[in-house]
């Protein structure tokens, strides 16, 4: 038989959070991803939420294997958290593996126990423009959208794509203006807002690529040391 996943409760939630459990009105944002690895990308679109949408912290939600990414090439959850931190580099940017301690393989379960959890807590989740256009492939979608506010970032080359995806158009009517971006933590889903800005293209995948090559560089330029 086997063995039952973790879960979080509101007892156990403090020591997950590293003791930083939000009080009640608290306006969190969430961003989810592998972060394999976690890079400057990441920690630009949480500094822009925090200043655009008025949050009091943004948690990275850190996941243990991604459904639609391949468990080859995955570095293990305690590397990247560690990775993560050492980027975050910000006290309003809370690195977590709440996912792995909910037990929820998917970003729809995981704001389902977040909300049950934090019930007076005022979450948004976030995403960029890239994530937007292939959110119709994730497990239940649209629930994501009728859980919480989503406030999306643009990204170099993107955003044409992403206004018109497919979730774009379901919840079209659901969109504020990018000036009302500061209530939107305030907002009853489903309610989305498009936030343009200039953020870092980089990537994870990017990184990755170029990794063996430097590793390679790094060797070479050692021997010719010696």
């Not at 394999?36 to 008025?54: C, F, V, Y």
């Not at 994730?138 to 994501?144: A, F, G, L, N, V």
Request: proline residues 8%; glycine residues 6%.
């Amino acid at each position: 038989m086997s063995a039952r996943p973790p879960c979080l409760t509101p007892a156990t939630l403090g020591a997950a959070l590293d003791g930083h459990v939000p009080p009640p009105g608290a306006r969190i944002g969430l961003l989810g991803g592998s972060f394999n690895p976690a890079h400057a990308g990441h920690r630009e679109i949480s500094q822009e939420a925090l200043k655009r949408l008025g949050l009091d912290r943004v948690w990275w939600l850190v996941s243990p294997q991604n459904p639609l990414k391949p468990a080859d090439g995955m570095a293990p959850l305690a590397e990247r958290m560690a990775a993560a931190r050492a980027i975050a580099g910000n006290r309003s940017i809370l690195v977590t593996d709440l996912e792995a301690q909910l037990g929820s393989a998917y970003t729809a379960d995981t704001l389902k126990a977040l909300t049950h959890l934090l019930p007076r807590v005022r979450f948004v989740w976030l995403m960029g423009a890239d994530n937007l256009i292939q959110v119709h492939r994730w497990q239940d979608w649209p629930q994501i959208f009728n859980t919480l506010p989503v406030a999306v970032f643009d990204r170099p080359t993107y955003s044409l794509r992403a206004l018109s995806s497919t979730a774009a158009r379901a919840f079209a009517r659901f969109r504020l203006k990018e000036r009302s971006a500061r209530c939107l933590a305030e907002a009853r889903p489903p309610a989305w807002a498009f936030i343009r800005c200039r953020l870092n293209p980089q990537s994870a995948t990017e990184i990755r690529a170029r990794q063996p090559v430097q590793a390679t560089f790094g060797r070479r330029q050692a021997q010719g040391n010696n």
